[in-house]
């Protein structure tokens, strides 16, 4: 990864090299690359980017990617943007026709300087969303050796013809953006299969603890909830999301006759309840991309005045993932019923993490909470 000043330098002395259009390309796929090495992109950011890219670029009205959606033969606009408008999300057409079709066909990129003489184009999606295709580039987008689907770029801004540089700046961004998407999607694939994954798991640890059904599932829904209320990034509401739905998962090693019983726990249960948070850290750590999760879970007993553990860490040296999981973890284990008490009230709740707020718990972390489950904050 290059750093920004580094690319800033090297911008600097490519500028007396390269036309200026160059660099805004060599920019653009800088970070198309970046967004493809970010494993918490989102296919449609990937694709927005891209199209962006090839508008700029070429200096065009608009851009589209059509992608082939689970080896079949239909090509599906996976995004497009102005003046074409997200209205052609819904779209498909058949891979084998059309100007796309021909694309795909001969895997050459294309001009077409005019579509009303080209007998390959299709007048159909142009009339269905009001927008006039004068002229078009379009390209393969080629992964290895399969098409993906291609790219196209409609309409000079100008009102000129599309030439031989253009061509070639769309031939250029299609192999990077092939890559880049490919890479989204796989990633996307791998993160589904994570969570799904992760939540067999997070139901396992509840099923074996018959005194907290659900409370993993519960305790990652309000600790995101309280995330996007602080307006975490992305990415960290993926670690969020991870880290609190297994965040006892070290209990997976304690007895059943110590998490599930019914009266107080005598001091060496105790102790060996305290091991949960290291076991399930170590746990985790071994499974890739669950190494910042493992660091939430290992401190999600921690408490914000210095007297958690199992280092009780104080303050800001908890990270916030973690004492925002302390907080929906005590918000729910308040408001469910337990063998030996009843369910408090959501108001009596408010008022204990509101009391607690700056002492057990983080005061930023219970505000997110509070703001992200629409609870009156007020309640003293
Ligand atoms: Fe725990």
């Not at 990864?1 to 060599?26: C, F, P, W, Y």
């Not at 960290?236 to 019983?261: C, M, N, T, W």
């Not at 280092?311 to 284990?333: H, K, N, S, V, Y």
């Amino acid at each position: 990864m290059v750093h920004s000043l580094e690319r800033t330098k090297q911008n600097k002395l490519l500028t007396g090299l390269v036309a200026h259009d160059n660099i805004t390309r060599l920019e653009l796929l800088y970070e198309v690359n970046k967004k493809a090495e970010n494993s918490a992109t989102r296919l449609q950011d990937m694709l927005e980017q891209v199209i962006t890219m090839s508008r700029e670029v070429v200096n065009a009205e608009a851009a589209l990617v059509l992608l082939f959606q689970d080896y079949g033969n239909e090509l599906y606009y996976e995004m497009t943007n102005s003046p074409v408008g997200r209205t052609l999300r819904q779209e498909k057409m058949n891979g084998q026709y059309g100007i796309a079709g021909q694309v795909v066909h001969t895997n050459q990129p294309l001009i077409v300087h005019d579509v009303s003489r080209n007998s390959n184009f299709h007048q159909a999606i142009d009339e269905a969303i009001g927008f006039v295709t004068k002229s078009l580039v379009c390209a393969p987008l080629n992964v290895k050796h399969k098409t993906i689907g291609v790219i196209e770029i409609l309409n000079k801004r100008d009102g000129s013809v599309f030439d031989e540089q253009d061509l070639k700046a769309v031939a250029s961004i299609a192999n990077t953006a092939a890559m880049a998407i490919e890479n989204t999607q796989t990633q996307q694939s791998l993160l589904e299969a994570y969570r799904s994954t992760i939540m067999a798991m997070a139901a396992t640890i509840d099923a074996k603890d018959r005194l907290t059904q659900g409370h993993s599932e519960r305790v990652m829904e309000y600790s995101l909830k309280a995330g996007s209320a602080l307006s975490i990034s992305n990415e960290e509401a993926q670690v969020l999301e991870y880290a609190s739905a297994l965040h006892d998962v070290g209990k997976i090693v304690i007895d059943a006759g110590i998490l599930g019983k019914p009266g107080p726990l005598t001091p060496g249960e105790w102790e060996i309840m305290h091991t949960h948070p290291s076991v399930g850290a170590k746990l985790l750590k071994e499974i890739p991309c669950m190494e910042r999760a493992a660091e939430l879970v290992l401190r999600h007993h921690e408490r914000y005045d210095g007297t958690g553990y199992p280092d009780r860490l104080r303050g800001e040296a908890i990270p916030l993932g973690a004492r925002i999981i302390a907080a929906a973890e005590a918000f729910d284990t308040m408001t469910t019923d337990r063998p030996y008490r009843s369910a408090l009230s959501i108001d009596a709740a408010v008022k204990e993490l509101n009391k607690c707020a700056g002492k057990q718990f983080c005061p930023i972390a219970v505000e997110g909470l509070l703001a992200g489950l629409h609870l009156d904050k007020s309640k003293k």
